[in-house]
């Protein structure tokens, strides 16, 4: 099976902009979750989708937000970028059911000047 | 909240020891706990995982162990090798309640030859 894609690899925005990433799952697997990584704090979970609902969200401001197509396909979108927002991004896919494992697209790496 | 401490969060030892991390959690719900591994700027993959089942999982050099009472688990590896250099993430999650999937904040683990 194909592995978890992302697409766009890398990004450069402005201060300001909005951004949409896109994150396509393992075939089957019907949950979809996000996390920014950054080298002082982590990976930090953003939110998660499971046939087209968002089951929960992490700590995260109101600009970032996210869906699920019926595919399983999910976008991240980022309103308003601040200098802060850089960072890796990826995307981890699962059947569905919780706490099962999780596998890691490549990412992608965001970074606002 | 909920949250997953990781430590060391360096570790440097000689090819041919062993490396042990450890990882404490806060929500007496977990019950699955992956290991993933993240070589430099690629995906985190996964390694092993253990289920509150059990107390323990080898995989050739690679083992967890899982002590729930006192609500941590830990990682080894024997026989170190320079390839073994990367980052180590620790998560715990849970199959019950609301979606959570939380990660410690990594072991850089350094394999001198």
């Known amino acids: 099976k194909a592995g978890v894609t992302q697409t766009p690899r890398y990004l450069i925005k402005t201060r300001g902009q909005q951004v949409t990433l896109s994150c396509s799952p393992i075939s089957g697997h019907r949950s979809v979750s996000w996390y920014q990584q950054t080298p002082g704090q982590g990976l930090q979970f953003l939110f998660e989708?499971?046939?087209?609902?968002?089951?929960n969200k992490g700590n995260f401001p109101g600009r970032f937000s996210g869906r699920q197509f019926s595919n399983s396909r999910s976008e991240m979108n980022v309103s308003t970028l601040e200098l802060g927002d850089s960072a890796l991004y990826l995307c981890?896919?699962?059947?569905?059911?919780?706490?099962?494992?999780?596998?890691f697209g490549p990412g992608t790496r965001l970074l606002v000047l | 909240g909920e949250n997953v401490e990781q430590h060391p969060s360096t570790l440097s030892v000689q090819e041919g020891d062993s490396a042990v991390i450890k990882c404490t959690y806060s929500?007496?719900?977990?019950?699955?706990f992956p290991w993933y591994e993240q070589e430099l700027g690629k995906r985190p993959q996964l390694i092993i995982d253990i289920r509150s089942n059990v107390g323990e999982k080898k995989d050739q050099r690679i083992a967890v162990t899982l002590n729930k009472t006192a609500k941590h688990f830990s990682l080894h590896i024997t026989e170190t090798q320079p390839e073994d250099s990367a980052v180590y993430f620790c998560a715990a999650s849970r199959t019950s309640g609301t979606y959570k999937y939380i990660f410690g904040t990594g072991t850089r683990l350094k394999v001198l030859a």
């Open positions: 929500d007496s719900a977990s019950n699955y």
């Open positions: 981890a896919s699962s059947l569905g059911g919780i706490a099962e494992t999780q596998y």
């Open positions: 989708y499971f046939s087209e609902t968002q089951r």
